[in-house]
């Protein structure tokens, strides 16, 4: 029986990744199952390769191991998310730190590993989990992620009562596509039947999720990643908006480390030594917030009216301070 190796290549979208992963831990919990890795790409309708990057993720939070007599893989210990007490969202969070430190790289990821194998022999995990729910932001309700990962699976509506940034509650039925987490938060990606339109949901801010029975064909995956093309990390809008910036010498050095901050960015190093990126983007405001972490090394050349709104709202700003 021959363990799997751990060969983890640059990692796809955490939300597709988080619902794939527990499906995969599902499905070689089934008594006799010992699925291949055939099996479990054509489960994910992923290819072989993504396959055997999921295994290598779930490999580092449970071990997994292929039987030869089986021609399958199975892992040590029956029923091992029960043995290890494992929840969704353990298996969530734990899916989303191994993305990011696969970036980061040592020596952070070996000391992710040590802390991993020390959550998994822990009876009492209270302590811990309160450190996930720092990293988490915000607490995740388990109930409705599940209601919600299970609707996606199994390509079914939610009716989901809804309480907006300014407490306004609404009621909508949604044809739910992926989970998504950004900055902490974890974020529902649906088809909205009340907006007819394309629309992500905080899962903090849903007061309640009820399954429906009513089935709908989800969306090709093109479609969605032609959508998420445009966006500057994930909020969309129909318009299109060129942003030119230029970054100062004193930060050059980190803005041309990362070899793209968006997908159309074309990045120019000027003579003195600044940074030119030139872009487009939808959902200006992302770009906004973002540019605002770079102050005061960071020049607006287009569009105006975003130098323009940040410029009058940081005058605000500093007069709210004098």
Request: glycine content about 2%; some cysteine.
């Amino acid at each position: 029986m021959k363990k799997v190796k751990t060969n983890l290549n640059k990692p796809t979208g955490i939300s597709e990744k988080v619902i794939n992963i527990i499906a995969i831990i599902n499905k070689i919990e089934q008594e006799g199952a010992y699925p291949s890795i055939q099996t479990l790409a054509n489960l994910c309708e992923v290819s072989v390769r993504t396959a055997y990057r999921y295994l290598n993720i779930i490999n580092k939070i449970i071990p997994v191991f292929f039987d030869k007599n089986k021609n399958g893989y199975r892992f040590e210990l029956k029923s091992s998310r029960k043995f290890y007490g494992l929840s969704n969202s353990d298996i969530a969070f734990f899916t989303v730190m191994s993305d990011i430190l696969e970036q980061v790289g040592e020596p952070l990821k070996t000391e992710f590993q040590l802390a991993l194998k020390r959550f998994i022999t822990l009876e009492d995990r209270s302590n811990v989990m309160k450190i996930s729910n720092v990293a988490l932001a915000v607490d995740l309700d388990e109930i409705k992620f599940k209601n919600l990962f299970t609707a996606i699976s199994n390509k079914k509506k939610v009716l989901i009562k809804y309480k907006s940034a300014n407490d306004m509650q609404t009621e909508r039925t949604v044809n739910p596509i992926m989970l998504f987490f950004h900055d902490g938060i974890w974020f529902l990606y649906g088809y909205c039947n009340y907006r007819e339109d394309f629309r992500w949901f905080a899962l903090d801010r849903m007061i309640s999720v009820e399954p429906l029975n009513e089935g709908f064909v989800p969306p090709e995956k093109k479609f969605i990643d032609d959508r998420f093309k445009k966006s500057f990390k994930f909020w969309q809008s129909d318009s299109e908006v060129l942003v030119r910036v230029v970054f100062s010498e004193k930060i050059a050095s980190i803005i041309r480390r990362k070899k793209k901050w968006h997908n159309s960015e074309v990045k120019k190093v000027l003579n003195d030594g600044s940074v030119e990126l030139t872009m487009r983007v939808s959902h200006i405001e992302e770009v906004k917030w973002w540019l605002y972490s770079w102050i005061p090394h960071v020049r607006i050349l287009e569009p105006e009216s975003l130098r323009d709104t940040m410029i009058n709202e940081m005058k605000q700003t500093l007069d709210s301070w004098k």
